[in-house]
């Protein structure tokens, strides 16, 4: 019935990427800290895991597959690695989260990029930002899933975990609602792929589209709070809410939307996300003004502009969808002279 | 030993895909060839195939997968289903197959994007292309794999299918030097991933990077063929020699390169894609003049000209990796004024 292949191993010359990590401890420290970048490696990897890294040029597979795993002989077959080193160890995640609590002390307001798959994460940190964030929509739009938590909670961590492998700058991903999770399992699913901030709004599209009440969402972002802690990883939580998003008259609701942002404050959120008044200052301003901690606002980054958030008082800007679909500007714009 | 999980279902609204791939019998009629958007359904999938949709609200998952699949009951657990319907009927990918032959003779040149995911293809084929390409190079690096035979072929199958699963146009695949399969095996997993038409490069980077001889690449080119008229699919070769890419002097290696192309024309290639003269007229046109079927060439989309190529007599023009590169470039552009 079975005829999975989760054990995966590559033997080449070993490059300065995972040379690097298996000297930074990303890989089980007993399996080759000493690989240099000129070395022939086999890196054998069992769910996910890299459980066992190999120099030298006189073993057959055979052979490495039974000493890193009692019974893989009996696997199937051996695959190549697959791309890059899998996994990171907590003291990197922790590291990591630290650097993005203080780069949000240190700019105000904190640019986060909002990428969607390696290329585009590359380019962002490639052009010079310090952290990143995904989101869901473009990442399950480069997926060809739906947003909405149309993807898995494994699907969304499997893809983030390559994304987030690939650069060396904390990355924050956009959970949506949570899938489903309790709390402790949500942050150790995120920590265990290396991401050390998330977003989590109140509306919960599994779940036939209900909007969380403002104490559930606060109790579901204080769990996140003390899942983090005793983690001992210090997560960024962005507390997200879409009151604004669902009313006709953003105004009429700006009220309910300070008590729902007051209450994730409470709840030891480390920042507050009311999503779609990116182009209402007043109501950024009054926002801002109703709580103590750094308050996200979307931009268009063809559209808006830095200054004036700054000037609003915004403490951190995200993209979400708008720098995709700026992009898939560009690609018509540049398709339109080859068009048929 | 085994923890893998093929069995996948999900209940929830049909909605429109999911409705339109039942009627098309884009999934096995007796399915559920009556699947309404309205409708609540149930996907099973076992090894990557749709083997079951179910409607209804009255069956316990429990219930649908023993109906589904004989001893599925004991399998670890049921997943969500993952995005679209995967995997298209033979009668689809012959009818891609034969639009993309046609296409070829229709367009002078036929101008294919190279694109590297679901929102790169979208956006192509939105644009109105008629038909794509992906390239393994923008595809490795939307994944972070390496390029050069870096992913396996099933990686690259299982990425490819979702891409062409969401677009409605014939999509033909980059396949670099065939992963070390047989031919028939290549034609196999691509036309099972919906894929109708390919590159076939003569660098065998799994193999160090050895250049494969006139006749051997011929004679791949030729299995390439014979296993596509096997299976009943008249799958588009696009015969690829490398050897200007390798030579210091292209034009001191142009009497090889006729060479290579004529025996890939005489082995059955519907067209030749010489890589590396895109800026070279002389080269362009003498290759296109000793010839009879259509010859490929690489474009940058912003810095090279259409019209040029038609007037040389190009038959078909992809991007290579120079989309991409230039969606790079747009990004970092765009990124600049929030720089931190």
């Not at 939580?237 to 007051?262: C, K, M, P, Y």
């Not at 990116?278 to 606002?297: E, G, K, M, W, Y």
């Amino acid at each position: 019935m079975c005829d999975a292949e989760p054990l995966v191993a590559h033997r080449a010359v070993a490059g300065d990427r995972l040379a690097r990590a298996a000297r930074h401890r990303k890989a089980p420290s007993y399996l080759a800290p000493d690989l240099q970048p000129s070395d022939t490696y086999v890196v054998v990897i069992w769910n996910e895991q890299i459980i066992d890294i190999l120099t030298g040029f006189d073993r057959t597979l055979a052979e490495i597959a039974r000493r890193a795993l009692p019974g893989a002989e009996h696997m199937p077959r051996l695959r190549r690695f697959r791309s890059s080193v899998r996994g990171m160890d907590s003291r990197t995640t922790v590291e990591r989260a630290q650097r993005l609590q203080q780069l949000h002390a240190e700019f105000k307001p904190l640019v986060l990029p909002t990428v969607w798959d390696v290329w585009s994460a590359r380019t962002a940190a490639g052009a010079g930002f310090p952290a990143l964030t995904i989101g869901s929509h473009p990442l399950a739009d480069s997926r060809g899933a739906d947003d909405h938590e149309g993807q898995t909670f494994e699907e969304v961590l499997a893809a983030v975990r390559a994304i987030i492998a690939a650069v060396d700058v904390p990355v924050s991903v956009d959970l949506e609602a949570g899938y489903g999770q309790e709390p402790t399992d949500l942050i150790a699913g995120l920590t265990e792929a290396g991401g050390v901030g998330l977003n989590l709004e109140d509306t919960v599209h599994s779940d036939g589209g209900r909007v969380r009440s403002t104490q559930e969402h606060a109790r579901y972002i204080a769990g996140l709070r003390a899942a983090a802690d005793d983690a001992g990883i210090p997560v960024w939580v962005n507390g997200r809410t879409d009151v604004f998003l669902h009313a006709e008259d953003a105004s009429g609701v700006l009220d309910e939307a300070i008590e729902r942002l007051r209450a994730m404050e409470q709840a030891g959120a480390d920042s507050l996300y009311p999503v779609r008044i990116q182009d209402d200052d007043d109501l950024l301003a009054a926002v801002i003004d109703a709580v103590s901690i750094p308050v996200n606002s979307t931009a268009h980054p063809v559209k808006h502009d830095l200054e004036r958030f700054r000037r609003l008082g915004v403490g951190r800007i995200t993209y979400g969808p708008l720098l995709q679909l700026a992009m898939t500007d560009a690609m018509k714009d540049m398709l339109r002279p080859w068009t048929p």
